[in-house]
């Protein structure tokens, strides 16, 4: 009953989200019907490239400020900014299991965050680290990622013995880490909108709800993030060590 | 005894002297007319040539090193647009500074052999001929028969950077001759080469000359080369033309200026061939009616050309050193030409004395030691004998050159 | 699209944009070493200069700024929209104009001190055998220079097949259009596909390690006849 | 710190790195040039080939490959630490290192094609006239390939500036260490700095091309003494 | 009227010649003695040769062109370690492929100047000498004595890359010279020179020989050139050495292979300046105690040097086609020399006679006509008369060289 599809639909997804996204719309309804192409860069990257004309349907952000400012500028189809996934992040070593966030109480080697200026999971991580006390301790210690890609892999190649990475890169790649509690930081709130110049509105929109689906937010979970849904509620599969105060 | 019969390349030079002679009449075009009038300056030196040649055949340009024949040389091929003035050949203006007129060295179909040859090092000797003969229409010439000409046929498949520095140099003019131009200019070509290739080399080139009716300049170092190869002569000194004539007339006001081994440079016709005598009999002609012919031997010329040379002019050079003089009729002496003559000038020299001598209306010059003027009380107007050896007659081909040996 | 076939188109693409990238350099790129190399000036060395700027920013910047210039509603960008009637942002094209000026130093410079090194001498003779311009050019400079014409095609070529920052940005990695290998490999490293990347990596290597020995194969067959008896 | 300091620490940081990489590279490169340029071996296009290599990896996926190597708990990272006493990934050396593999066909192509097209004549002419290899190559080779010089240094130097994916990857961005400029002229656009990236751009731009042009400058002495009659 | 009187760069040449002459009885040093035994295989010709050669002053080398003169040269200086075979220098091995052991080129001690010149490019006139005189310790030589020697002094600050062709053959030489090697080889190192340059530069390069007594190999197509400068002649054919001899004997033997212009070679000793007849007295020492001295004239040498000259050795060539023959006393004529001598050899040839004959037993060579030998009836051991004029006997710098004029 479907228009037949003359470009593909392309969804700008955010590097770290790429991989989820796959999982998920491995189980869209009739995916053989529709021609989706995933396009996956660093969320500033995608929010220029949208700026000056790129041909993408749906923007999955990393973040909400860019969808923001995209709406600001009256790029996108009004009301399709949504918040499709919160990201959490996690303490997380390669050489060793981790006991709990007290490990980097009297830390003093390198560890390795995203861009706090740049990247929102860096930002969360600054955030945790100052309400944490640990900030003063270890910025001057910090290697810092373009994105939070890059900081997962300096940590995962040995590199750097800690890193706070995201907790979906964890979840993945089934690596044990200590998922820091999402009160230590601002929420980092990952928002979807529909491009404008879009001329697949509607099957854009169709894959926007698909991800909001209930059981995808349930799937996302497993995936590392918080459903859109969970932002006041106390995480689940805890495995922080909630004495650490 | 000549070289050429002795070498074993002379199959090839031969085929051409079969077809046109060294000597052989040439029918001749129209000759080129080169108007210059440039000034070239450089850091020590300042080129200022205002002069026309008319080109015939081959003009030779002598001079010392430094003075500017390759320069002169440069210009004239379209390589230096600084030059200031004028250059035109045939009335076509190449160049000229004042009307910011300037025809490209491609487009004037001129020739150059560069003194440093400037073989194309990514071609092998072949390719490098076929790089001249590909550009030209005329084709008279064809690669094989100059690579014949030239001897190189056993090198054609050589990598140029491998040569000899003489192999250099014939490549480097058969790759000339192959572009067929309007005027070809010669930069020393032969300074690498032995003596016997060297006179093989200049007897084709001349043969070709003739043969393409291509007007050549051609510098050289050694006058006995030039006087050979050329019919006139410009000398360069310090960046000027100071001089301009016929091959022997130049020749022989370079003697006067003390400039050279004084000698004689003449024209003669061949009269006969004295095989059992091993010698060729060529005649002056008097010039006035009332004197008769008078006779000079030189050894006999190579056997299987001769007797088509009968008639022909040969140019002859005989160095006043090998020319004597006597007051009898000489006899008894393995001396066979001796001719008589009178003194027209005696310019003593510090060591020595050149008599400047008549002999029907030529001029002889023969240089003698002081004791020997002085003891022969020689005075201007003298009627004596002048001799000289039929060895003494040098033609480049055709008797063994002396020179550079 | 499975990811083998993905990897396939992109390195399509790659060829594509690496061989299109090449071929616009050298005939871009061949007359403007020539004149930088020959021209007597005092501004030379300001021109020499600029043509290596684009090596100084780093890609993604530059890609940035090119971006900029490319969006249909810049200067450029409308331009080439009213003379193409296409998009020049994210197309074939723009990918193939970034990385010309990316890549121009690497063919420029060595081009360049090639012509500089030639001299005259060889070019002289050519004239007086009847060789205008053009034939001289190809005829003489291009076979003595082959060498320096050989590095840099390779160095052009693999710059090209190897660049990422600008393509990325001005592309914006559309598969089969303006998604190349390194955009691709990046992915896999970004999306844990760690074997796909080690895979891709060393197909992309042991691919250009054959096709560069053979373009350097061809680079030596003059040399080999020289004959190299003092070393250094 | 202000925003001018730290890009001003950065700036510090990246001439330190590219001076370095530089010298490191002239000297490196120059042997392997040499070698390259003299050697008739079948095997010789394998290893120019080799060279260029690390030009057809993007530098993001270059440096991935290079933390690997460095981690300390590789082998090539164990060893710098036992033999340092200091940790090779995310220090200053191992931007250095990275640097310099990267940037090591920019300068070995160059010098590669000068050497060759030199060839043996004014080395034999050096040689009898008493002066040995090292003699020939500071009195000979050195002046008369002047010029590939200055461009193998040029674009060493420039590539290193504007390398950004294995400084960053391998560097971690540590301000006075590893932070370079290039790196923070791209935080500069991620964190909609415009006006302090286009203040960074247009100031190493302009820094650049007086830095280039005075290189350029240096190249150009012996070029001015030619006759250049027979233009093409 | 020598040349180098009336040259205006008279003055550098009397400096040297003033400390140490031309002629001057040589302080001869040991002999160096090159063993060669290699061969060196080119696609088209094999160098193969096995030879020792004892250099004491300076060793000629005479070879048509592609013979292998420039490959011998090389060998011998350590640019060919493709050479298979052995080369040694006064007992130290050079090379030997047997053993592998090899001396580098630079190590060897021994200088080369190239057939093309050369010069470095990046370095002006003055630094392409300084270079040379940089790397050698003996500094027995100043670069500006040797600017001024070579008369580069005014060019001196010149980019080389504009110099003549003349001019960089002068550079090349004067550069190796400051190098002071211990031998030195020179590959046709003036054959872009004009006529009175060059003897004045062969003049300069014999006096420096002796100066610093530094043998050299000497590579030229020009016999008269071999015969002032060398003393001993190898001959280079196909490959191959094939003649190694005293420069006098080494010509003579050139002579009945029939391979030049034959001539006589011979050392005379100087015995009187005669100013008032412009001539000057040699004496061919009788060699039987029981035969007289001859004399010899030859037109008076250059005044400023001449009496010091006085009982020194003075290389002549007289080419055989300027000795004449005559069975009486000959008499009227302006020929001064006239030696009664005895016919040993008549060598009838196509076009002319070849005749040795025997003087105070030294041997001279007449060319005469098959003509003149059928008249006088000439058979060996008759007793005649040689004449020859003075003009006709050659020494390279005292009397004009008439080669190459
Ligand atoms: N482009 C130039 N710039 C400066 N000086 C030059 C240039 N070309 C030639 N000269 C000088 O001009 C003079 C004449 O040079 P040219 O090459 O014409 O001499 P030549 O007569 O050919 O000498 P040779 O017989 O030695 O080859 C020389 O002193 C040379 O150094
Ligand atoms: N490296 C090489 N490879 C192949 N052939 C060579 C090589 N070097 C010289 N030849 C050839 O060997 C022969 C002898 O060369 P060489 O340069 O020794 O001659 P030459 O006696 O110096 O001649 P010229 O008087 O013309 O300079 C020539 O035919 C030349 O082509
Ligand atoms: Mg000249
Ligand atoms: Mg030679």
Redesign the pocket.
Known sequence: DKPKQTKPLRIAVAANFAPALKILLANLPNKDAINVQMISAATGTLYLQIKHGAPFDLFLSADSMRPELLEQEKLIIADSRKTYAYGQIALWSATRALSGLSELNHYSGKLAIANPDTAPYGKAAQQALTKLSLWPQVQNNLITGMNINQTFQQVRSQAVPFGIVAYSQLAMNKYQGIIIPPEYYQPISQQLVIIKSSQQVKLAQQISDFILQEDNQEKLVQLGYLPIKSIPLIEKNNQVNTQYD | MSRIDNSNNSSAIRNISDEQLAVAQPKRAAPSTLALAFKLA????E?SIKQNISISAITGIY????????????VIAGLEPRAKGQVSLNGTVLQDSDNKAFIKAEKRQIGLVF?DSRLFPHLSVYQNLAYGAKRQTNRQLTIEKVLALTQLNQLQHQNVTLLSGGEKQRVSIARALLAEPKLLLL??PFSALDKSTKSQMLTILKAIQQQLQLPMLY?S?SLSELQYIADQLVV?SA?KITQVAPIHQAIHQLNSRGETSPKTSLSLTIAEHLPDYGLTRLTLPAKKSTSKNHNIYLPILEQSNSQRLISQQLPCIIYARDISISKTKPEHSSIVNHLPASISVIQYNKTNALVTLKANEQEFYAQISLWSAKRMALTTESKVYIQFKANAVHSYYFTEPTANA | MTDISADLLALITTLKMAAVTTVILLIIGTPMAWYLAKWQSRFKVFFEAVVALPLVLPPTVLGFYLLLAFSPTSLPGQLWQSATGSQLAFSFSAIVIGSVLYSLPFVVQPLQKAFEQLGDHHLEAAAMLGAGPIDRFFSVVLPLTKASFITATALGFAHTVGEFGVVLMIGGNIPGETRVLSIALFDHVEAFNYANAHLLSAGLLIASLILLSLVYLLGNNFNKKQQGTVKL
Do not use: A
């Not at chain 2, 450089?42 to 030196?45: I, K, P, Q, V």
């Not at chain 2, 001079?63 to 440069?74: A, E, I, P, T």
């Open positions: 450089f850091s020590h030196l080129i001079g010392d090193s430094g003075s500017g024949k390759s320069s002169l040389l440069r003194q930069d020393e510098v170092h360069v960046g």
